[in-house]
């Protein structure tokens, strides 16, 4: 389906506003001018040559292009949005022109996830995890000095699910589970069905494991503000049926704040309620839970550091059990991974080290027990050893890691856009060809008022010194920058250059220089600017 196609990330988008040599917050003035001036230098009455003719028409369907997005308030608000791609998506056209671009951005994002949906009805969803506790209690509290310290593997348990859609409502779920400790292992199996209801869901599930397994779970929306989740389990053993019966009660506190209460009926009963509060830069969580065999409190904060994808994590847990303190840091490492330590201080827990790797939906967590009491050496080695363990994978695999996944994103991104960036170094040869004419007008008028007369004007990859350009990374745009000069000055606006008419990208990927030399008033100047900078001349006369 066509529609549903996943656009790479790689894809190159379109500049409109650069362009346009507009700035991002460009009045609408500003645009009817960008857009008179560009369309004069390239309307295809202007040339009468077949062959500029064609080009011309070529750059003036791309000036008339962005003039028709920036203009219109709905377009643009997409654009800014989303960029290219939102304009492209299915669902505008039923969009009602007096939406406002707030709602437009609430729009896109419905349609992007009606969409998404869409492609998640062609594919599984997998959702795995992995734990492996360790047993390493005799490095902090031997048996026999006289020995090596044993590490040991306790347990371990391998959950894994896969999501069947069947129509856009229907879909079967099937679900697995291994546990093996000591020597002993079990397991179990379910396959349920779920249907997607007007404000809800209903699943029917059956299992075979620790018994036969039958059971009904649904939920539904009761208000903007109130959700109910609930159901029923029926075990068939050998010693008798055992039933368990469960429901949770969500309601939307503010913004901000979640609550919800949730019930357990069945060979461990319980009540617990919990509130959260996350916003953006942290969140809080507060449970209490009162059932068999244990009665406790629990309150959880987290620190969000966006700005380093970063995340530090405190925990507290009191009750008939004891105690538990825990605290622990959660790195994003790349776009669907990361990776949490925390260390986990309790009575009678002692001190355990716990590691997390999450990848896209798949987990794998390592409890590692070092000591069955408080042991200050088992504390001071939990928390120092991740951190030391941290930098030095980091520096050792990471970073290696990542400069390669980046040489092979530029890569990939070279070759997804091999014909378009062969179409746009055409088409900037055409430009320059078409703006002949413009950049003789500019040059005559800058020469008689002794103005700004660019000499020559080189962009692309420079050498590592700096001073010299790579010939085959580079291109002369001296006539493009000649041309976007007006009464005496010229103004550039923070963003990649590549998209200007007469530019294009030499080198994708890497990073670029605008080096400007030009007479203003008969002195010499040369200026370089970076790619995304932006520039204004002449440069104002020190002091």
Not at 184 to 195: E, L, T, Y
Request: neutral net charge; charged residues 25%.
């Amino acid at each position: 389906m066509a529609s549903d196609h996943e656009e790479s990330d790689a894809e190159l988008d379109e500049n409109y506003y650069t362009f346009l040599n507009l700035p991002r917050d460009a009045t609408a003035e500003q645009i009817n001018t960008a857009y008179r001036k560009q369309s004069r230098m390239f309307h295809p009455d202007k040339h009468l040559e077949p062959d500029s003719k064609k080009k011309a028409e070529i750059m003036f369907n791309r000036t008339k292009r962005a003039y028709e997005v920036l203009s219109d308030p709905q377009q643009r608000a997409i654009y800014d949005s989303v960029g290219e791609k939102g304009l492209r998506t299915e669902g505008w056209e039923i969009l009602h022109r007096t939406k406002t671009p707030d709602e437009i951005r609430e729009e896109y994002e419905r349609l992007a996830e009606a969409a998404a949906e869409r492609r998640l009805q062609q594919r599984t969803n997998p959702r795995g995890n992995i734990t492996i506790n360790v047993n390493a209690t005799e490095i902090f509290a031997p048996y026999d000095d006289s020995e090596m310290p044993r590490v040991e593997i306790g347990s371990m348990s391998i959950a894994q699910s896969i999501e069947a859609p069947i129509t856009r409502k229907d879909m079967i779920v099937m679900s697995g589970n291994l546990y093996s400790s000591n020597g002993n292992g079990s397991g179990g199996f379910v396959i349920a069905g779920r249907r997607l209801l007007s404000k809800g869901w209903l699943e029917l599930c059956a299992g075979a494991g620790n018994g036969f397994l039958l059971g009904l779970k649904g939920g539904r929306t009761l208000s903007q503000k109130l959700t109910l989740n609930g159901g029923t389990n029926l075990n068939f053993r050998d010693q008798g049926v055992i039933p368990a019966l469960f429901s949770t009660l969500a309601v939307q506190l503010d913004k901000h704040t979640m609550g919800s209460l949730t019930l357990n009926a069945g060979p461990q009963s319980s009540m617990s309620t919990q509130i959260d509060h996350s916003k953006e830069t942290y969140s809080l969580s507060s449970s209490l839970v009162i059932g068999t065999p244990h009665v406790y409190f629990g309150l959880s904060y987290t620190r969000k550091m966006m700005e380093n994808e970063l995340k530090l994590k405190l925990a507290a847990k009191v009750g008939t059990f004891g105690f538990m303190g825990e605290y622990g840091v959660e790195k994003k490492v790349s776009k669907y991974s990361s990776v949490t330590a925390t260390v986990s201080i309790g009575v009678p827990s002692g001190v355990i080290l716990k590691f997390k790797i999450l990848r896209s939906n798949q987990s794998y967590v390592f409890p590692i027990h070092l000591s069955d009491e408080i042991v200050p050496a088992a504390v001071f080695y939990a928390s120092v050893t991740p951190v030391i363990a941290w930098f030095f994978i980091k520096k050792t695999v990471m970073d290696p890691m990542v400069a390669e996944r980046k040489t092979i994103e530029v890569e990939r991104t070279k070759r997804q856009n091999e014909q378009r960036l062969s179409a746009k170094r055409q088409e900037a040869s055409a430009a320059i060809h078409l703006m002949q004419a413009t950049y003789n007008r500019i040059m005559t008028e800058e020469l008689a008022r002794n103005g700004l007369i660019v000499t020559r004007a080189v962009y692309g990859c420079t050498a590592e010194a700096g001073s010299q350009f790579k010939p085959e990374q580079s291109l002369d745009v001296t006539v493009p920058i000649q041309c976007m000069v007006k009464d005496g000055t010229l103004q550039l606006h923070d963003s990649s250059k590549s998209d200007l008419p007469g530019f294009y990208d030499p080198s994708i990927g890497d990073d670029k220089t605008l080096r400007i030399e030009y007479t203003y008033q008969n002195q010499f100047k040369v200026i370089n600017v970076k790619d995304n900078e932006a520039l204004r001349l002449p440069l104002p006369l020190p002091g």
